[in-house]
């Protein structure tokens, strides 16, 4: 499978964006998926999941209750909704995807998606 991320741009703190990615292929319903995000000089950071159904959801508490996760499996799309944004949110942002072992399934660490989005940065101005 294939990801193309979009929507990242520069944004004042507390202000919104909303990212996308973009599946190639015919199986997207059966695909885990993920958001991470890697700021200069930083690990890569697990910032949500959501299971192949989109009946589960995950996030870490650094964008708990700012950020939503869901998914269109009609349109191939993965979104992240991101609202009240702080400088420390700066990143480039990249989805990822993984078959996953049932619907309900998500998953939280890098190592375990196997297929990467090329990233879109977001940077948040104070």
């Known amino acids: 499978v294939q990801l193309q991320a979009s929507g990242g741009g520069l944004v004042q703190a507390g202000g919104s964006l909303r990212l996308s990615c973009a599946a190639s292929?015919?199986?997207?319903?059966?695909?885990?998926m993920g958001w991470f995000r890697q700021a200069p000089g930083k690990e890569r950071e697990f910032v949500a999941a959501?299971?192949?159904?989109?009946?589960?959801?995950y996030y870490p508490d650094s964008v708990k209750g700012r950020f939503t996760i869901s998914r269109d499996n009609a349109k191939n799309t993965v979104y992240l909704q991101m609202n009240s944004l702080k400088p420390e949110d700066t990143a480039v942002y990249h989805c990822?995807?993984?078959?996953?072992?049932?619907?309900?399934?998500?998953?939280?660490?890098?190592?375990?998606?196997?297929?990467w989005g090329q990233g879109t940065l977001v940077t948040v101005s104070s």
């Open positions: 990822a995807a993984r078959l996953g072992y049932s619907s309900s399934g998500y998953y939280r660490t890098r190592h375990e998606y196997d297929y």
């Open positions: 292929g015919r199986t997207f319903s059966s695909y885990a």
């Open positions: 959501i299971s192949a159904s989109g009946d589960r959801a």
